[in-house]
């Protein structure tokens, strides 16, 4: 079983890697690869792809690797492989995103990419630090995952979904900001599943033995 990590020089992916390395050595969830080539994401049984930084940068990251955009559509398309979408790596399976211009997403989940908005004075943005999932969906990477359970975010702009069946927690920074989503056989996290400490690890061993 091969988990292939998704590096297109969009952030550092030390800490992921050490996250999933470390969860599939307890869950025997087979090996990790962190890799920037197509071949590696066509052999993949599950592929994850992470991202930092601005919608449209990790757009054009991606396709600067020849083959490797195709390479991740297809595992989530045609392959049907589990896929895990983290930060804007999650962003990009919306219908498009709206950070400095209008971006074609994967379409993969209907949705949005708009700037967060609180509407409580005081709240800033980028939204940063530890916020507390509100579970409101059923999922087998949810396994053991609650409300109050806390996770990891640093982001500015949020997934504004056309249709929330498919999301499966939020969190409350002003009003409403997607947290997690899935659908078929993909999810995805808003925040760093990495950096989120128990909450974190446990959706990634959860992810790691999930069969959709």
């Not at 599939?24 to 590696?40: F, H, M, N």
């Not at 980028?126 to 806390?150: E, K, Q, S």
């Not at 982001?155 to 899935?182: C, E, F, K, N, W």
Request: charged share 20%.
């Amino acid at each position: 079983m091969l988990t292939v990590l998704v590096d297109y020089d969009s952030g550092n992916l030390h800490s992921a890697q050490k996250a999933f390395e470390r969860m599939a050595r307890e869950s025997g969830g087979g090996d990790i690869l962190v890799s920037q080539r197509p071949e590696d994401v066509a052999r993949a049984d599950r592929v994850v792809l992470p991202g930092d930084g601005a919608f449209p940068a990790c757009r054009r990251g991606l396709r600067d690797f020849d083959g490797l955009e195709e390479a991740v559509l297809e595992a989530i398309g045609p392959r049907a492989r589990p896929f895990m979408g983290i930060c804007v790596g999650m962003q990009m399976l919306a219908t498009v995103g709206r950070e400095y211009e209008d971006v074609v997403g994967f379409d993969v989940i209907p949705g949005a990419i708009e700037r967060i908005v609180p509407d409580t004075p005081g709240l800033k943005v980028p939204h940063m630090g530890w916020n507390d999932l509100i579970v409101t969906g059923t999922h087998p990477v949810m396994a053991g995952v609650a409300t109050g359970d806390h996770a990891y975010f640093v982001h500015s702009y949020q997934m504004v979904m056309g249709d929330t069946s498919d999301r499966l927690a939020h969190v409350d920074y002003g009003g409403d900001v997607t947290a997690i989503i899935a659908r078929d056989n993909v999810v995805g996290t808003q925040f760093h599943p990495e950096k989120s400490q128990a909450t974190g690890l446990r959706l990634i061993a959860n992810f790691l033995g999930w069969t959709p």
